[in-house]
């Protein structure tokens, strides 16, 4: 592979499981986001002018662009208009890679408390421990293993399988919350139990396609250095599936 990644013709890539991880291997320069999250889905090369230069691949991660887009589209729309989400609550399911994506999200927009759900209750802290230094002074971070123990939050970002659970298994998650966002990575099914009970509860509800879409922006102004043409790359997806995104 690497002898690809160092060709003239290369200009970088997008970089799907299982190979988030190799990745790294080769790379010359990491970002913080990159390091932070554990895995890498977009490398980016540099080339000085001069011939026989030496060619620069950096690796990074737009996974948790996405998210923290739609988190601060959300915010803005409910008066908050800055990046911070003091006194906000986010809860994240499950504690896989997309879990540390979502929990660096809402790192970056400074929410109060984020809680980590998982039934391997080890598995959610185990992140906690690898974010610790990222945590900035007043921010609460907590692993539970059931739903009892989560309380009011303001935003829910699903990162297991949509199958997993059923619609029960979330009920007791929105009862004393008000209406919030909630973000399902899940593709399939296209409705998942998360879903279903987030908007019978009135919350706003985005899918990982829309996910998908927003980090393929970042991906596109990190290879050209011009702002993507989201309209463009909203009906290409949208013909593609039948159906257009929601905004």
Same mark, same amino acid.
């Given at each position: 592979?690497?002898? %690809?990644?160092?060709?003239?013709?290369?200009?970088?890539?997008?970089?799907?499981?299982?190979?988030?991880?190799?990745?790294?291997?080769?790379?010359?320069?990491?970002?913080?986001?990159?390091?932070?999250? $554990?895995?890498?889905?977009?490398?980016?090369?540099?080339?000085?002018?001069?011939?026989?230069?030496?060619?620069?691949?950096?690796?990074?991660?737009?996974?948790?662009?996405?998210?923290?887009? %739609?988190?601060?589209?959300?915010?803005?729309?409910?008066?908050?208009?800055?990046?911070?989400?003091?006194?906000?609550?986010?809860?994240?399911?499950?504690?896989?890679?997309?879990?540390?994506?979502?929990?660096?999200?809402?790192?970056?927009?400074?929410?109060?408390?984020?809680?980590?759900?998982?039934?391997? #209750?080890?598995?959610?802290?185990?992140?906690?421990? @690898?974010?610790?230094?990222?945590?900035?002074?007043?921010?609460?971070?907590?692993?539970? $293993?059931?739903?009892?123990?989560?309380?009011?939050?303001?935003?829910?970002? $699903?990162?297991?399988?949509?199958?997993?659970?059923?619609?029960?298994?979330?009920?007791?998650?929105?009862? $004393?919350?008000?209406?919030?966002?909630? #973000?399902?990575?899940?593709?399939?099914?296209?409705?998942?139990?998360?879903?279903?009970?987030?908007?019978?509860?009135?919350?706003?509800?985005?899918?990982?396609?829309?996910?998908?879409?927003?980090?393929?922006?970042?991906?596109?102004?990190?290879?050209?250095?011009?702002?993507?043409?989201?309209?463009?790359?909203?009906?290409?997806?949208?013909?593609? @599936?039948?159906?257009?995104?929601?905004?």
């Amino acid at each position: 592979m690497s002898h %690809l990644i160092t060709s003239p013709s290369f200009g970088g890539a997008s970089i799907t499981m299982p190979h988030k991880i190799a990745a790294f291997d080769h790379c010359t320069e990491v970002s913080d986001s990159a390091r932070a999250i $554990g895995a890498i889905n977009t490398l980016v090369t540099t080339r000085s002018p001069q011939a026989n230069s030496k060619v620069v691949v950096k690796g990074d991660n737009t996974d948790w662009s996405g998210l923290y887009t %739609l988190i601060i589209d959300h915010l803005s729309k409910g008066g908050v208009h800055t990046a911070k989400a003091t006194g906000k609550v986010g809860l994240v399911i499950g504690a896989g890679g997309a879990a540390r994506a979502g929990v660096y999200a809402l790192l970056q927009a400074q929410f109060s408390t984020i809680i980590i759900w998982n039934r391997t #209750v080890e598995k959610a802290e185990k992140i906690i421990q @690898d974010f610790d230094t990222l945590k900035i002074e007043g921010i609460e971070m907590r692993a539970v $293993g059931n739903v009892k123990g989560i309380g009011p939050v303001d935003v829910v970002i $699903g990162t297991i399988p949509g199958d997993v659970k059923a619609e029960e298994d979330f009920e007791g998650l929105f009862q $004393g919350s008000e209406t919030g966002l909630c #973000v399902e990575m899940a593709y399939k099914p296209k409705v998942t139990p998360l879903m279903r009970v987030a908007e019978r509860r009135g919350w706003v509800v985005r899918d990982g396609l829309e996910v998908l879409l927003r980090q393929g922006f970042e991906q596109y102004r990190l290879w050209t250095g011009l702002e993507a043409p989201e309209l463009v790359m909203r009906e290409a997806i949208g013909e593609r @599936d039948g159906v257009r995104s929601k905004v």
